[in-house]
């Protein structure tokens, strides 16, 4: 049994509670393997071995995030499809379900259950990715960005969206958010964009600042959705914040459902409760 510990780089609280994680967890006989910025800070005065890249968390048959959603985004790239747990120390945490004072035994409950029965308790959300003539991007939890040179009066680029091959909308805008229903409490919001359950299976589309655009809109999850991009030098499409690709005008991108869903295990996620502290 293979557990992976990733804290929020830099809190002392992650770190201390990853510490306590994985001294429980040894005592029953799991091997835990933290990431690099983890072991740096919990190992730095001890003779214990390096932490591993987070990419390596993928590994392991349980990945436990210990901070905000931030942290918890990061985690999960480096999980891929192995099941991940999130300890909430951030103020919102719509993607971590556990709170600090119930880490541990929620942590062992969920090693017993993978011993027991072979795997986490786990509900899977969908993913969007994007892709383009000889590029892909990783896929995003919460949403894929595809973004102008710079945003502001004069800037941006031009963009034509497309549902299954039907035109949505075309102008100037910032950019345009695609996000999943995870997301739609992040980013999207921020630019406008409606709440979605995380139990409806659709995605999002939300014009950034545009000139003469239309309200956001909601598709199904199953929707194949095409960005063309023109009158820009350059534009780039970043998945869950991160940069993942540049582009050059004129460009035509695929944006849909990824392939593989990220898996959440542990105790189900309060949506509602969450909401609360968006006030």
């Not at 994985?22 to 910025?37: I, K, M, N, P, Y």
């Not at 695609?178 to 995380?198: F, K, R």
């Not at 199953?222 to 460009?251: K, Q």
Request: hydrophobic residues 40%; negative net charge.
């Amino acid at each position: 049994m293979n557990v992976g510990i990733v804290a929020q780089r830099g809190n002392d609280r992650a770190a201390s509670l990853a510490a306590d994680v994985r001294t429980d967890l040894e005592s029953s006989g799991v091997t835990v393997v933290v990431d690099e910025a983890t072991a740096e800070h919990i190992d730095r005065d001890s003779d214990r071995a390096s932490g591993v890249p987070v990419e390596r968390m993928a590994d392991c048959d349980l990945v436990v995030s210990i901070g905000g959603d931030g942290t918890f985004l990061y985690a999960a790239r480096g999980a891929a499809t192995t099941p991940i747990m999130g300890v909430n120390l951030g103020e919102v945490g719509f993607l971590n379900a556990v709170s600090p004072e119930e880490a541990i035994e929620t942590v062992r409950t969920e090693v017993e259950r993978v011993r027991d029965r072979g795997q986490a308790r786990t509900r899977s959300v969908a993913r969007v990715g994007a892709s383009g003539d000889g590029w892909a991007v990783p896929p995003a939890i919460n949403e894929i960005a595809v973004l102008g040179p710079q945003r502001g009066h004069g800037h941006g680029v031009t963009a034509t969206v497309t549902v299954n091959g039907n035109e949505f909308t075309s102008g100037r805008v910032d950019g345009v958010l695609v996000a999943t229903p995870t997301g739609s409490t992040a980013y999207n919001l921020s630019e406008g964009g409606p709440l979605v359950h995380p139990g409806v299976d659709a995605l999002v589309v939300t014009e950034m600042a545009p000139r003469d655009g239309l309200p956001p809109l909601v598709v199904d999850g199953g929707s194949e959705i095409e960005i063309t991009l023109t009158d820009a030098s350059e534009a780039v499409v970043a998945s869950d914040g991160r940069v993942g690709e540049a582009v050059t005008p004129p460009t035509t991108l695929r944006v849909g459902r990824a392939d593989d869903p990220l898996n959440i295990a542990g105790p189900p996620l309060d949506f509602f409760a969450g909401l609360g502290k968006l006030d």
